[in-house]
Structures are given as C-alpha cells and as structure tokens.
C-alpha cells in the first residue's frame, strides 16, 4: 500500500506542479465564469466550481504533503551522510531534526555565535565580511 501510495503522490505532485496542470485549471475556471450568463448564474453553477475546488484541494494537500515529507527524508539522510563523510564535520548534528524546535534554535545560535568569531576571538563584522568577498572577486 506504501508503494502505491508513493507512486500516485510522486506522479500527482509532478502534474499538479506543471504549467500544463495549471493551465488546463485556469482554462476550466474560464469555462465555467463564462458560462454564468446562460445557467443565470445559480447556485447549482457556483455549487459546482466551489464543491470541486475544496475536493480536489484537499486532496492535493494529503499527495502534497507526502511528496515533501519523503523529500525531507531524504535531503536529511544525504545531509546526514555528508557530515559522516567529512573529516572536519561534527557528527553529532546527525539527526538533529528530530529534536524540539526550541533546541535546534538553541543549536543555530550557538552556530551563529561561533561563525561571528574570527579565530583570535574577534568578531566579524558584515563590512569586513563583504570587503573581505569583494577581494577575492
């Protein structure tokens, strides 16, 4: 069932993120506003667009979703891989993602504090940043 699953939610993210999906849904509300003035605009008419619009969203959400979190998944295991394979990374940032929200803002500041370090205990500026950039260039 996972597979079946994986497949469809693979192929409909795929169409639903093409131009021609998004063509072929602006070319269908076209049809339908024009086609207003001879079903006297009723409510079966605006029935119609809204009960398809709200089914097949919320059924683009669930495929959507699942497309990302595999994504996710992945881009994490090769993350993960890259810091296992460097000599000078630190791999206790494996796995990190599973942590609170909290803590991984606790681990992004501390990051952030030891990159505004220079390696006699200054901290950088962004001017000698940006100088430092426009040399190499």
Not at 34 to 43: M, N
Not at 86 to 110: N, P, Y
């Amino acid at each position: 069932m996972d597979e079946f699953f994986t497949r469809i939610a693979s192929r409909s993210a795929s169409f639903l993120g093409a131009p021609s999906a998004f063509i072929g849904s602006t070319l269908l509300i076209v049809i339908w506003a024009a086609s207003g003035p001879a079903l006297h605009y009723s409510d079966t008419w605006q029935l119609i667009v809204n009960t398809a619009t709200t089914v097949l969203t919320f059924l683009a959400v669930f495929l959507i979703q699942n497309s990302q979190n595999r994504d996710g998944a992945a881009i994490q295991a090769k993350l993960d891989e890259v810091l296992r394979a460097l000599d000078k990374a630190r791999t206790e940032f494996v796995g990190i993602e599973h942590l609170s929200d909290k803590q991984i803002s606790e681990i992004r500041t501390k990051l952030e504090e030891e990159v505004g370090q220079t390696d006699d205990g200054r901290t950088k500026t962004i001017e000698g940043t940006v100088e430092h950039l426009a040399d190499r260039v």
